[in-house]
């Protein structure tokens, strides 16, 4: 690590779309404290536009070279989730931090591997998910944890994206190799973060999923009701078939609804509270949103991130706070294919799910070469 009194140095290995589009930003908002040092691709040509766009010269095409050559302190993983689980497993085994974009791996199996090695190198892994970081997520986690809204009691998690056929023309979408899964793992993972940052552990799930209009290996809609430990009930919903495209959470509690309507990412003015009958006026004035308005993004997320690496200490939306996540979508693959309802205890490494979210299921699982 760089001394307190100098910039963080990192780097970014993927150079793709979210890279340019979330994770330079951030990087740039946050240039008193950070110092871009290299970037990584395997494609040539796009890391030397990304080096191009971001002002620096080190690009390279082979992550071990730049790990070696640049030393940074924290890497940004930016890949394809199949390349995820060895590229955090390189980046912290040489000391260094990680912040891998969602999913942060294809399994609990993988995930498990990540801890391993943050615990024999001392680093971190932290995810992107950065829908728990803007202002007004905070608040309503700090109103419900005070128990300010009351008892929660039913809640509606829906991601209803739309993604072309053209879409899958990418090689690694659409296959369970590539990707790990569909829209549960790969767009709903960021509301269903949400919810559970809001309501907290969940103990069983009973789900549906289909394959109903695209061509892909893995489903391309899901279905779930969820019940949590503290007794609430929220029914979820993950497509990308849908042409009006909306993300929307919505929380019942015995004095309040909670809700939240954006596509992909909010701002204060995308959250409402409603008052039950009978909820006092100065009351309600407790939950009146927060300035400044901090909207969900990877900036907010990357400030914690970087004061979490100066401290020392582990980072936000990593470890089992992650983790937990990740249980919630193997639980749903586990009860769609297999047509039961499956609680988190069952989520152990005898477990198939534990290690492929087709779980080897007949008419989901890839067909086995017979060559």
Known sequence: MTRRDERIRVAVVGTGGIATSSHLPAVQAHGDR??????????????????????????????????????????????????????IEAVLSAGIWAWV????????????????????????????????????ARHT???????????????????????????????????????????????????????????????????????????????????ALVRFTNGALASITNSILSPREESYLRIDLSDATVELTHLYGYRNSHWTYTAAPGVADDRQRRWRLPEPDLPSSHTAQFSLLLAAMRAGVRPPAS???????????????????????????????????????HGDTAGWAPARSTA
């Not at 609990?108 to 202002?135: K, N, P, W």
Request: glycine share 8%; proline share 7%; charged share 20%.
């Open 34 to 87: 950070v110092e871009l040092v290299a970037a990584v691709d395997v494609d040539p040509s796009r890391v030397a536009r990304f080096c191009e766009l971001a002002g620096i010269t080190a690009g390279y095409t082979d992550l071990d070279e730049m790990l070696a050559a640049r030393q940074p302190d924290l890497v940004h993983v930016c890949t394809p989730p199949a390349e995820h689980v060895g590229q």
């Open 101 to 136: 974009e969602k999913p942060p791996c294809r399994t609990l199996a993988e995930f498990d591997r990540i801890t391993a090695a943050e615990q024999a190198s001392g680093a971190y892994a932290s995810v992107v998910f950065q829908h728990r970081f803007g202002s007004a």
């Open 141 to 223: 986690a700090a109103l419900l944890a005070a128990g300010e809204l009351g008892r929660p009691l039913l809640a509606q998690c829906t991601t209803a994206w739309y993604r072309p056929p053209a879409y899958f023309a990418v090689p690694w979408r659409g296959s369970w190799a590539s990707e790990g899964g569909g829209p549960t793992m790969g767009h709903g993972i960021h509301q269903m973060d949400l919810l559970l940052t809001l309501l907290g552990p969940w103990e069983e799930v009973t789900a549906i999923a289909g394959r109903l209009d695209r061509d892909v290996e893995t489903e391309d809609v899901s279905l």
């Open 319 to 357: 470890g089992a706070s992650a983790r937990r996540t990740l249980e919630l979508v193997t639980a749903l693959y586990q009860s769609a294919l297999t047509g039961r309802s499956v609680r988190r205890a069952e989520l152990v490494p005898q477990n198939p799910f534990y290690h492929a979210l």
